[in-house]
């Protein structure tokens, strides 16, 4: 029989344009945050990382913000590059006793030429 | 360079059929971690170890068993594995547990015939 497989959540994007991926995390108790990029057959690859007393921090073309009071994370990835094509996944922890890092679902960034 | 790898990238197993994934690290992380990851969908944590503290997640089935015989190595053993056991196994090293970054290894894709 035909299987049905899970589909992520795709955003699309022409080359050149600033990407803005969003995410909602679960734990209030959380205190620290990762944007991950997976490729196609490959590792997740750490792109950014925010804690819980900062709301913004910025790297090389890459922005994250941190609304602790919505529990929102989001990624924003100036001028969008083919090679940002992937998988992204923010994770979430925590330093408490439990600490565990946390994927969310994972978006898939579409970069059109 | 210091690296997470993991041997081999690609493995068939059959039903029922033992088999064992390796994973090695030069970065001389106290942590090591292995996820499961099934096809779109996010990382989820099967255990850890903490030098040569294990740690089961609770849902984690029997099925799945770890050994760290060294701060280098860690493997993961499946006795029994069943055609839902088909995914990316990812391992993982962080210099401490909580609230630090992980570097993930490439991954080993396990198919189950």
């Known amino acids: 029989g035909e299987s049905v497989g899970l589909h992520l959540p795709t955003l699309s994007v022409q080359e050149g344009d600033n990407s803005i991926i969003n995410c909602a995390y679960s734990?209030?108790?959380?205190?620290?945050f990762i944007w991950y990029k997976q490729e196609s057959g490959k590792g997740p690859q750490f792109i950014i990382d925010i804690r819980s007393n900062m709301n913004k921090r910025q790297g090389q073309r890459v922005t994250v913000l941190l609304n602790k009071t919505v529990k929102h994370l989001s990624l924003q990835i100036a001028a969008t590059q083919p090679g940002d094509s992937a998988v992204y996944f923010c994770a979430e922890d925590s330093t408490g006793a439990n600490s565990k890092l946390t994927f969310g679902k994972g978006i898939t960034l579409s970069v059109r030429p | 360079d210091a690296m997470v790898i993991q041997n081999p990238r690609y493995q068939v197993t059959q039903f029922g059929k033992p088999v064992t994934l390796s994973c090695s690290q030069t970065?001389?992380?106290?942590?090591m971690y292995w996820y499961q990851q099934k096809s779109s969908q996010a990382p989820k944590l099967l255990f850890h170890?903490?030098?040569?503290?294990?740690?089961n997640e609770a849902d984690t089935p029997d099925n799945f068993q770890s050994r760290r015989p060294n701060t280098s190595f860690c493997f993961l053993d499946i006795r029994s594995p069943g055609l839902g056991d088909a995914a990316m196994y990812l391992c993982?090293?962080?210099?401490?547990?909580?609230?630090?970054?992980?570097?993930f290894g490439p991954g080993t894709r396990l198919t189950v015939l």
């Open positions: 970065l001389n992380h106290n942590v």
């Open positions: 993982a090293t962080s210099r401490v547990l909580a609230s630090n970054e992980q570097f």
């Open positions: 734990n209030s108790a959380s205190d620290y």
């Open positions: 170890y903490y030098d040569k503290d294990f740690n």
